[in-house]
């Protein structure tokens, strides 16, 4: 959510924007405007050297991707069961390993989609999964 470009505004309303806390303990200006990674308003950005120049502003939070191992790519699910998960990949889902309709990549900035194939991962139980060529798993198996 924005903070608002009609004033006042506080220093805490920009702490909550880019922190997610209102509290102020421990924070300057200059700071604020390091920690920003968001979308100034072009109205107001100024020379971002004062409170007002975060009217209109919009934080903007990088996802972040979870590390775990799958094996190479494999032409069918029994083939991928059979493969041990040795190489670092990372997916967009919230548990420590992918499941239907994450998003699986090889690198952890999350700009290089796995490639279509069967994988097997480190899961408990191990299980494999089917990723489409979007980088998205698709189907899942336990092994």
């Not at 922190?19 to 109205?43: E, I, R």
Request: with cysteine.
């Amino acid at each position: 959510m924005a903070i608002p470009t009609k004033l006042p505004i506080k220093f805490s309303d920009v702490c909550l924007e880019i922190y997610g806390s209102s509290s102020t303990s421990g924070k300057t200006l200059t700071q604020a405007f390091t920690d920003a990674t968001g979308t100034f308003n072009a109205t107001y950005e100024g020379s971002k050297d004062r409170l007002t120049n975060f009217r209109g502003y919009e934080h903007i939070v990088a996802p972040t991707y979870t590390l775990f191992q799958r094996s190479i790519s494999q032409g069918d699910l029994t083939s991928a069961c059979l493969d041990t998960p040795t190489i670092d990949c990372w997916h967009d889902g919230a548990g420590a390993t992918p499941v239907f309709g994450d998003r699986v990549y090889s690198n952890s900035s999350g700009t290089i989609k796995l490639p279509q194939g069967f994988y097997k991962m480190n899961s408990i139980p191990l299980q494999s999964f089917w990723c489409i060529p979007a980088g998205q798993v698709d189907m899942m198996q336990i092994c």
